[in-house]
């Protein structure tokens, strides 16, 4: 069994960065790949980036691409998302989550979830 609880989010000028982090129970943490979600009112869940259970292999959607970096501390059982140059459009509530799967990029994919950070860009 897993608990996630992100932090990290707030508000930030468009062009900012912000890094989340998500903070992970238990000693099995390696065993899960971890994704990071976002949602804003009205819209489904969206996948944003994942990482390989070694941290070898990272997924990004196209919309972050080569402005996220996700990362993690299988010792510090944390994973990260490093947001560089923010646009309006990324804000949104971020998730992080857990899967004992590899289809990265579905939800459904994905065993536990955090309570969410909200991370607001202003223009």
């Known amino acids: 069994q897993v608990q996630l609880v992100e932090s990290g989010g707030g508000l930030v000028q468009a062009g900012g960065s912000l890094r989340l982090s998500c903070a992970a129970s238990g000693r099995t943490f390696s065993s899960y790949a971890m994704g990071w979600f976002r949602q804003t009112p009205g819209k489904e869940r969206e996948f944003v980036a994942a990482?390989?259970?070694?941290?070898?292999?990272?997924y990004y959607v196209d919309e972050v691409s080569g402005r996220f970096t996700i990362s993690r501390d299988n010792v510090k059982n944390t994973v990260y998302l490093e947001m560089n140059s923010l646009k309006p459009e990324d804000t949104a509530v971020y998730y992080c989550?857990?899967?004992?799967?590899?289809?990265?990029?579905?939800?459904?994919?994905?065993?536990?979830w955090g309570q969410g950070t909200q991370v607001t860009v202003s223009s």
């Open positions: 989550a857990a899967s004992s799967t590899g289809l990265y990029g579905r939800p459904t994919s994905y065993d536990y």
């Open positions: 990482i390989s259970r070694s941290g070898a292999y990272t």
